[in-house]
């Protein structure tokens, strides 16, 4: 028996799999979290279309802007927030799963940008989190 081998259980720890497993759950959290989040807003600002309520909440604005304008740009970053979400979402089930390095990478990096990443703020450390993960050699191979 050799005592400088590493046990068994901290060799299992070292696995590619055991790796990412947690940056990769921590993403797929948080763009669920926000995949929730941003359904939930989507369909509140057509409730406030189609009933009304967004033009007496914009009667209210007297900026230069104009409430068509608002509801688009309201509409169009709530579908982007959708798409990033998703994305990442993916990106993390590939992660976990050890397939598509490049997407995995690519979801890391999207979550991390505020105010298109999943949660804000969130993002960010768990986007840095994978990346350092996934930058790993015994990873990066595992990929392969």
Do not use: Q, Y
């Not at 309520?53 to 309201?74: C, D, F, H, Q, W």
């Amino acid at each position: 028996m050799n005592p400088f081998k590493a046990p068994i259980h901290e060799a299992a720890e070292r696995s590619p799999h055991s790796l990412v497993r947690a940056p990769a759950i921590a993403l797929i959290i948080v763009a669920s979290i926000a995949l929730v989040f941003g359904i939930l807003g989507l369909l509140g600002d057509v409730v406030l279309i189609a009933s009304g309520a967004i033009a007496v909440l914009e009667a209210r604005n007297e900026g230069p802007i104009s409430k068509e304008t608002t509801v688009a740009v309201r509409v169009i970053w709530g579908i982007l927030l959708l798409v990033a979400s998703s994305f990442v979402l993916f990106g993390a089930i590939r992660m976990k799963n050890l397939k598509s390095h490049g997407i995995a990478k690519a979801a890391a990096i999207v979550a991390m940008v505020p105010l298109v990443g999943p949660c804000c703020l969130l993002g960010i450390p768990f986007g840095v989190w994978a990346l350092i993960t996934l930058e790993k050699p015994e990873v990066r191979n595992a990929f392969r």
